[in-house]
C-alpha cells in the first residue's frame, strides 16, 4: 500500500495560495475600531482556513482508517502463516533442550560423587538430598560449598573460644603443636583441619 499525496484537496499549492491569500487580511486600526466589513472579511478568511484544514483532517483520517484495516489483515495474514509451523518449531526446540538437559545431567551425576564427597568432609552433619545437589550448576555449588564450610568454621571458632579456658582441653589441643592463637583464625585450612580435629575430642 503505497502513499499517493494526490489523494489530498486541497493540495500543497491550493494552501499555499489560501494562505498567501490570508495574510493580505489584517486589521487596520485598533480592535475596538473595526468597521463590520473588517470583520466580516476576517471571519470569512478564517472559516476559509478552517474549511481546508477540515476537509486535510477527513481525507487524512479516511486514509488512516484503510491503512491500519490493510496493517490488520497482513499481521492477521502473517501470523496464520506462523501458526502453521510454530507447533513443530516448539517440538524440535522441546527434543534440542531434553538432549541438552540430559548431557548436562550425566556431567553432572558424574561431579556429584565429588561433590557429596567434598560435603562430607565439612562435618557439619548436614544431609542434603542428592537431587538437589546434582542440579546444582558449578558456581552454585561453589556457592553452597563455601556458605557451609563458613558457617560450620565459625560454629566450630565459637566453641574454641568457648574451650579456651578448659584445662584439659588447652593441654589436648597443645598435642598438636598449635600456637595458643592458632585456632582462633578462621576461613583457611589450617583453622579447618582443626575444627575437624576439634570434632574428635571427648569432653564431659
Known sequence: MKFKPTIFDPNVGQMKAIVKESKKVTLRGEPLTATPKEY??????????????????????????????????????????????APEEKRLKDLEESIKSAR???????????R??????????????????????????????????????????????ARKATKEFQEWLDGFGYNDDDYLLVNN????????????????
Open 40 to 85: 466580516n472579511e476576517i471571519k470569512d478568511t478564517r472559516k476559509a482556513l478552517v474549511k481546508a484544514r477540515t476537509a486535510i483532517t477527513k481525507i487524512g483520517k479516511r486514509e488512516r482508517e484503510d491503512a491500519i484495516k490493510y496493517q490488520r489483515e497482513v499481521i492477521a495474514y502473517e501470523r496464520s502463516l506462523i501458526a502453521i509451523t
Open 104 to 114: 548436562l545431567w550425566e556431567v553432572r551425576k558424574e561431579a556429584m560423587v565429588s
Open 116 to 161: 557429596l564427597e567434598r560435603l562430607e568432609q565439612i562435618g557439619d552433619d548436614i544431609v542434603i538430598p542428592a537431587e538437589e545437589i546434582v542440579v546444582m550448576s558449578s558456581v552454585e555449588f561453589e556457592a553452597y560449598y563455601n556458605e557451609r564450610v563458613g558457617n560450620y568454621n565459625n560454629e566450630m571458632r565459637k566453641e574454641l573460644i
Open 189 to 204: 585450612t589450617e583453622s579447618t583441619t582443626i575444627y575437624k580435629k576439634l570434632a574428635t575430642y571427648k569432653h564431659d
